[in-house]
């Protein structure tokens, strides 16, 4: 089993994001910019405290949704980081609104986020880090890497013998077409 599948195991929040919606191919805005916002808030923490902290990432940042994000000033910066229900780091935050403006501007060159993605499969994972530097802030390989297994284009969400797996596979997630 892969880490995260052991890891699972111990507790109900980890449980229920890795039965239900780790590794599943996902294409609406607000949910891939909600992967992408909870591994960039995750980087040098764990996974389980961004668990806890998610409802609260949700409410702070409008239900992700893009446009109401990319809109935010400086006062929504000054209120996020006076936030304590969410990790109140600001580059992180500035990085959160600086993607959600390159996501609206993605709506006019490729009909979005999701095709966006589409458009670039299937990548080799080094070339999914290069593209994602060059179009988002505060992005390294592992946020990529995570971020691409989470909404099903990169293998490796789950191993063989987690019964996860076969679930996903039935999917016929983006990664299936690539990496059979």
Known sequence: MSNYCK???????????????????ITGEAELFERLVMEIFQAGLSWLLILKKREALKLS?????????????DKDVKRLLENNLIIRNRT???STIFNAKRLVELRKTDDGFADWIKKHHPLVREEWIKLFKLNFKFIGKQIVGEFLQSVGYLPGAHSIDCPIYEKIEILNPPWKKVYP
């Open 7 to 25: 890891v699972a195991l111990e507790h109900p929040l980890h449980r229920d994001y890795h039965d239900t919606e780790y590794g599943f191919p």
């Open 61 to 73: 940042f409008n239900n992700f949704n893009v446009t109401q994000v990319a809109n935010f000033n």
């Open 92 to 94: 992180k935050i500035e």
